[in-house]
């Protein structure tokens, strides 16, 4: 038989957004479709965080942020919290871009690519990233250890990219860890770096499904006040991430960092998050997720994820001020030093 012609869709290219600049999809529903719709909408790409969720609620996510906006977005899956549902619902729903974080792209590209729809992995060094590139993605975000949340990042950011640029060749690049302003990004953008990649930023937004306090934490909080640890292990073990150090941290750290089955209360409830269509779920001590703001229960026991850009967060906003703030920031940067 003569080979039939297959028609592959188009696939959105997400780095032809009006600015470079993406919300990290962070998990837990925390960018979720107000926080995603909102940084469409403003410009800008917006990436859900759907890590921890069950395919339902990451459907009805999905079907939220349709509602909000007709621009482009993406959803962000952990993939050693994934039972492939999720992914599957993401391609089903037909987001324009997955993100992958934390494992082996290969046995996703393939379907992705067949129904239109663009891969992105975040990679922690330069072997990631070359072997995501050559599976085939879209582009590599690089992620530095200043970065808030789970840390693939071996190094700070700005060792990496040199050498990453040399070894990616055509795959577009784009930046996350620490990036807390318009000049941060000009200057990654002058190295040939196409996009950035932001969470802490925009936890601090309106839009933000975190609770106030943690908001407020973030603003209050600079980079010392920051940690990186693997305490907050329950859903998710043995995985570096960056938090806000809090009492249940100190405590834990002044006791001898004891181990998983040694520390105190391991095992007690300490709230619940509301899923919606009645559904909740209980949380652990220690559990990984972040106060999102349908948690109820003993906030101060989650981990408050953030990153060394505390330091450039001045103020809880909404998400279309601190899009034209980093937008002036980085014009008046390439202005200054044209
Ligand atoms: C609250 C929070 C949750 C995060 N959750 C995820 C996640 O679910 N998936 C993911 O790929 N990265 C996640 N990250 C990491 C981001 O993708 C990104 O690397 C990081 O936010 C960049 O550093 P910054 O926070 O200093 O901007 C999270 C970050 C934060 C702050």
Redesign the pocket.
């Given at each position: 038989m003569i080979g039939r012609a297959v028609t592959v869709p188009e696939r959105f290219n997400p780095l032809e957004t009006k600015y470079p600049i993406w919300n990290?999809?962070?998990?837990g529903g925390?960018a979720g479709p107000e926080l995603v719709a909102s940084v469409s909408e403003s410009g800008c790409f917006g990436v859900l965080?759907t890590?921890g969720l069950a395919s339902e609620s990451v459907g009805q996510l999905i079907k939220e942020t349709r509602q909000l906006t007709s621009r482009p977005f993406g959803a962000?899956v952990?993939l050693p919290m994934s039972d492939g549902q999720d992914v599957a619902i993401c391609f089903d729903e037909g987001v324009e871009v997955l993100?992958l974080?934390w494992g082996d792209p290969q046995p996703f590209i393939k379907d992705a690519h067949k129904r239109g729809i663009s891969l992105v992995i975040?990679c922690g060094n330069v072997e990631e990233a070359v072997y995501a590139a050559s599976c085939g993605a879209d582009a590599i975000i690089i992620?530095g250890t200043?970065?808030?949340?789970?840390v693939k990042g071996e190094l700070e950011l700005q060792s990496y990219i040199s050498e990453i640029q040399h070894e990616l060749r055509d795959t577009p690049l784009i930046a996350?860890?620490?990036?807390d302003s318009g000049e941060k990004i000009a200057n990654l953008i002058k190295q040939g770096v196409q996009a950035v990649?932001?969470?802490?930023?925009f936890?601090a937004s309106t839009e933000a499904r975190a609770t106030t306090s943690y908001k407020e934490k973030i603003v209050s909080s600079s980079a010392g006040d920051t940690v990186l640890t693997k305490l907050y292990d329950m859903g998710w073990k043995n995985a570096k991430h960056r938090v806000i150090k809090t009492p249940l941290y100190e405590n834990w750290h002044q006791n001898g960092c004891l181990k998983a089955g040694d520390r105190t209360d391991e095992g007690e409830t300490i709230g619940r998050i509301e899923l919606g269509s009645n559904r909740t779920m209980s949380v652990p001590k220690y559990s990984v997720f972040?106060p999102v703001s349908s948690f109820n229960g003993n906030e101060n026991e989650l981990p408050f994820?953030?990153?060394?850009?505390v330091d450039g967060i001045h103020k809880i906003e909404g998400t279309r001020t601190i899009v034209e703030t980093l937008v002036r920031e980085t014009r008046s940067h390439f202005e200054r030093y044209k």
């Open positions: 990290a999809g962070m998990g925390l965080g890590g962000n952990i993100v974080f975040q992620q200043e970065a808030g949340g789970h996350a860890g620490g990036i990649s932001l969470g802490t930023r936890v972040p994820y953030a990153g060394k850009s």
